[in-house]
């Protein structure tokens, strides 16, 4: 069984900064992409940043520039790293991972989800 948790959010002036983290435990051959995605109220879900296992990343156009995504893999960990926060940014952000459990075995696993709010 794998877990994927969550933490870092809160609450923050526009301008400000936070930074999440996401950190997989279980039993883990490894962990290929990992990637952060976040759902605002009456919204769908958006891809925010993605991380492949050897540190290539997107990012969403909305978010370029302000966020940056980074991982550890040592501690099966992966940041989102979120500056110049604005109002819009409020949402409840989730991690989600591919991770292979065994050499012929990938599962996609997601968080429960942390709540970031920025006031205006």
């Known amino acids: 069984q794998v877990q994927l948790v969550e933490s870092g959010g809160g609450l923050v002036q526009a301008g400000g900064s936070l930074r999440l983290s996401c950190a997989a435990s279980g039993t883990i051959f490894s962990i290929n992409t990992m990637t952060w995605y976040r759902q605002a109220p009456g919204k769908q879900r958006e891809l925010v940043a993605r991380i492949t296992s050897v540190g290539s990343t997107n990012y969403a156009d909305s978010v370029k520039g302000r966020f940056t995504i980074s991982r550890d893999n040592a501690k099966s960990t992966v940041y989102l790293q979120m500056n110049s926060l604005k109002p819009e940014d409020t949402a409840v952000y989730y991690c989600?991972?591919?991770?292979?459990?065994?050499?012929?075995?990938?599962?996609?696993?997601w968080g429960q989800g942390t709540q970031v709010t920025v006031s205006s």
């Open positions: 989600n991972a591919d991770v292979r459990l065994s050499p012929v075995r990938i599962t996609n696993y």
